[in-house]
């Protein structure tokens, strides 16, 4: 074999090998509670077919709830309220009372049929992440789920708006003993309207990890459980106001 084909049969081979590829990311393992069966199963086949979830199980009451979260261990638990034996409240309450353990507990979104918004604060009490509607279109819920696995709470600005707008101004406080920054106050602002950590980077002008930082050091100063609970004590303190637009 001359040098020139030992070169051509190197090329080829080369040429051969397929393309590397980077791995796909994990997806979000859920758990679907929700004591209607119909319901139940729908979501599971619509959501299963969103891209970056994986449904790993389903419980039919809240005490199920529980029991599935604890064996299987999933990144986020999709609850609804009303259900038998133990309501979503509680189970949201008491999966996230544990105790540390060697993996953490699983982010909870609340998802309803009804707008209450005695189910906002309860849910939120119970150290819930976000809070969404079974009307809502399946690419939001999932979205939902997408990021409240990736540790930013949610919670539609509108429910958030109507509930603080109805009750009284009970942490006025907070805040000034809080003691954020300037900085840090304009941060859970745009946190109140909505924007993710990303989209305030971008808003700022400012790196994503000096987002993070300056939204760890908020919920530190507020005492508050996440992103959502941070927010309530905002509109409640009246550092933000229903209707603030960014």
Do not use: W
Request: include cysteine; aromatic fraction near 2%.
């Amino acid at each position: 074999m001359t040098a020139s084909d030992a070169s051509s049969a190197a090329m080829t081979g080369a040429g051969s090998r397929p393309a590397a590829t980077s791995p796909a990311p994990t997806p979000v393992t859920l758990l679907i509670a929700d004591d209607d069966e119909v319901t139940r199963s729908g979501l599971r086949t619509l959501l299963a077919a969103q891209p970056g979830i994986a449904v790993v199980g389903e419980a039919a009451d809240g005490v199920e709830a529980v029991e599935q979260a604890r064996r299987l261990r999933p990144d986020v638990v999709l609850m609804d309220v009303r259900m038998p034996r133990c309501n979503g409240i509680e189970a949201t309450r008491q999966l996230l009372a544990e105790p540390a353990r060697s993996a953490e507990p699983p982010k909870v979104v609340v998802i309803t049929t009804f707008e209450n918004d005695g189910y906002v604060t309860a849910a939120l009490s119970a150290g819930a992440s976000g809070f969404v509607l079974k009307r809502l279109p399946v690419r939001q819920i999932a979205e939902a789920v997408r990021v409240v696995a990736a540790g930013e709470a949610i919670l539609f600005p509108a429910t958030l708006r109507r509930m603080v707008t109805a009750r009284p101004l009970g942490s006025a406080e907070a805040l000034p003993k809080a003691a954020l920054t300037e900085r840090e106050e304009e941060v859970l602002r745009l946190m109140a309207t909505g924007l993710s950590n990303p989209e305030i980077a971008q808003s700022l002008m400012v790196s994503l990890e000096t987002v993070k930082t300056h939204v760890g050091n908020v919920l530190t100063k507020l005492g508050a459980q996440n992103r959502t609970h941070a927010v309530v004590i905002a509109y409640e303190s009246g550092l933000v106001v229903p209707g603030f637009t960014g």
